[in-house]
């Protein structure tokens, strides 16, 4: 499930917000995550991953490998993952991501499944 984001931010500032807007912490609680700027091929280079609440919330750029071509319009999406979890509860959770982005923002955001 991502929530897509339009933004003329670059990553760095689209992560700061993200963090700010849900209240991460500076380093993530898992040992082997601590890192929240990471670097990864699949994911088009330069992301954000961000540990809160037992949610994983991953900030990418769409683009290179890590682009979704039915929103190559959409600069930024933030794909949530949390084990065990239905699709049913990830779309709520990226309804409610998008509504705080949109509205203490003023980004425009969409949800959707493209990825799976």
Known sequence: METYIKAEKDLHQMA???SGL???ASQNPTSYQKEQR???ENRGGEYYLFE???LTLVL????????IPERKDWPYYVVIECDGSSQEFLRALAG?????LS???ELEVQVDDLSA
Request: proline share 0%; charged share 20%; hydrophobic share 45%.
């Open 60 to 67: 990418i750029r769409n683009a290179d490998d890590g682009l």
């Open 103 to 105: 509205s203490s923002s």
């Open 22 to 24: 849900v209240n991460v």
């Open 38 to 40: 990471r670097h990864s």
């Open 16 to 18: 700061a917000l993200l």
């Open 52 to 54: 809160v609440f037992g």
């Open 96 to 100: 409610h991501l998008a509504r705080l």
